[in-house]
């Protein structure tokens, strides 16, 4: 079981960076795909960006929503069992929580409902 624990968030003005982290407990994290997922006040939960489970697919395989393409990028250190999106160009419409989640399947899914575990979250807030 792995549990994800975000950090990370915070105040940034629009066009400025903040690299979001997510801890995972256990020894077989690097089994677990890994996904994060955003959700603004009064809208759904949706998918940001995604890393496919390492000892599978080596790692690597990513997926990523149009809206933050070339802007964000997700990666894994499973050494140290953490889950990495750095978010660059921020826009004001990417305040939101962020979640960080894990799936016992291959990944990368963009479904929300494939993943087991799920973090609290993490406040992004983007002025302009």
């Known amino acids: 079981q792995v549990q994800p624990v975000e950090s990370g968030g915070g105040l940034v003005q629009a066009g400025g960076s903040l690299r979001l982290s997510c801890a995972g407990s256990?020894?077989?994290?690097?089994?677990?795909?890994m996904g994060w997922f955003r959700q603004a006040p009064g809208k759904e939960r949706e998918f940001v960006a995604a890393?496919?489970?390492?000892?599978?697919?080596?790692?690597?395989?990513?997926s990523y929503a149009d809206s933050v393409k070339g802007r964000f990028t997700i990666s894994r250190d499973n050494a140290k069992n953490t889950v990495y999106l750095q978010m660059n160009s921020l826009k004001p419409e990417d305040t939101a929580v962020y979640y960080c989640?894990?799936?016992?399947?291959?990944?990368?899914?963009?479904?929300?409902?494939?993943?087991?575990?799920w973090g609290q979250g993490t406040q992004v807030t983007v002025s302009s």
């Open positions: 890393i496919a489970a390492a000892f599978i697919w080596g790692g690597g395989e990513t």
């Open positions: 989640a894990a799936d016992r399947g291959r990944g990368p899914s963009i479904v929300a409902q494939e993943y087991d575990y």
């Open positions: 256990g020894r077989t994290f690097s089994s677990y795909a």
